[in-house]
C-alpha cells in the first residue's frame, strides 16, 4: 500500500515536532503528548490541538510559539489552526499562535 500526500506530510510533521523539547522535561513534545488531533489536508492545512503539560505552565506561550515555528518549516505546509485547551489562558493563547 503506498502513502498518499497527506500521509507523508503527516509522517514529516510528526518527525519535526519530535525535535521540540521541553526544557523542564527534556522530552519531546510529542512524547509528552502535548500535540493531539492531528489532521492534514490536501491542501496543505495542519489543524491540531496544543495541550500545555499543567493549566498553569509557565512555558506555554514559548512552546507554542516553538510548535508552530517547527510545523511551519516542514514543506507542504501552508497554513495552520491550533487550538490551546488545558491552560488558564487558553482562549488567549489561542488566539495569539493563530494570528
Request: glycine share 4%.
Amino acid at each position: 500500500m503506498t502513502e498518499n500526500k497527506t500521509e507523508r506530510l503527516e509522517k514529516l510533521i510528526f518527525a519535526r515536532l519530535r525535535l521540540v523539547i521541553d526544557p523542564e522535561t527534556r522530552a519531546d513534545v510529542i512524547r509528552m503528548r502535548l500535540v493531539e488531533n492531528l489532521t492534514v489536508t490536501e491542501e496543505g492545512l495542519v489543524k491540531y490541538t496544543f495541550r500545555p503539560s499543567s493549566p498553569v505552565c509557565p512555558i506555554a506561550v514559548s512552546l507554542a510559539q516553538q510548535i508552530k515555528i517547527a510545523v511551519s518549516q516542514v514543506p507542504g505546509v501552508h497554513a495552520q489552526d491550533i487550538k490551546v485547551e488545558n491552560y488558564v489562558g487558553a482562549e488567549q493563547l489561542t488566539m495569539l499562535i493563530n494570528r
